[in-house]
Nanobody, 122 residues
Framework: QVQLVESGGGLVQPGGSLRLSCTAS????????MGWYRQAPGKERELVSA???????NYRDSVKGRFTISRDNAKNAVYLQMNSLKPEDTAVYYC????????????????WGQGTQVTVSS
């Protein structure tokens, strides 16, 4: 059993900062790519940023220069530092990871966190 647990959401004023954290736990052989998605009310879930096991990153255009993704492979953790937050960043943020579980070969499976609310409002 593999779980992703997120933390760090909350309410922040425009221009403020938040740091999201996500840790994968359970019977894990290896964690491959990790990332963050978000879903605003009435909208589809969208990729915010992703990072490979070796540290290659990508970002959606609207967050480039404001958000930074990082990871700690020893802790099976991924982080999202969000600066200069805007009201349009308001959404539920979901952690995503491709995990190779112990004892099931080398195939990776997708897992999701439960989501953490980020609200940017004055």
């Amino acid at each position: 059993q593999v779980q992703l647990v997120e933390s760090g959401g909350g309410l922040v004023q425009p221009g403020g900062s938040l740091r999201l954290s996500c840790t994968a736990s359970g019977s894990i052989f290896r964690v491959n790519a990790m990332g963050w998605y978000r879903q605003a009310p009435g909208k589809e879930r969208e990729l915010v940023s992703a990072i490979s096991r070796v540290g290659s990153t990508n970002y959606r255009d609207s967050v480039k220069g404001r958000f930074t993704i990082s990871r700690d492979n020893a802790k099976n953790a991924v982080y999202l530092q969000m600066n200069s937050l805007k009201p349009e960043d308001t959404a539920v943020y979901y952690c995503h990871a491709e995990v190779v579980p112990l004892g099931l070969g080398l195939a990776g499976y997708e897992y999701w966190g439960q989501g953490t609310q980020v609200t940017v409002s004055s």
